[in-house]
């Protein structure tokens, strides 16, 4: 299983990462995302891949669960 972190000294809440990833991450009212209290299932790690490498500004990672 993957764990997706957020830096949120970078994140600026664009939801690009929510637009690739509905089904994971929900955003606040603020429009900043919101991460699952478990880890990502193994079937989203192709999405979640490409929602890190996609962030704008360099806010998502992956971490081993």
């Known amino acids: 299983m993957t764990a997706l972190e957020i830096d949120w000294t970078r994140c600026d809440g664009h939801g690009l990462c929510h637009a690739l990833l509905p089904d994971v991450l929900a ?3 603020w429009g900043f995302p919101v991460l699952p209290k478990t880890a990502v299932p193994a079937h989203f790690a ?4 490409r929602a890190v490498a996609a962030c704008p500004a ?3 990672r992956l971490a081993s669960a």
């Open 27 to 29: 955003l606040d009212e």
């Open 46 to 49: 192709g999405e979640v891949r």
């Open 58 to 60: 360099l806010a998502l």
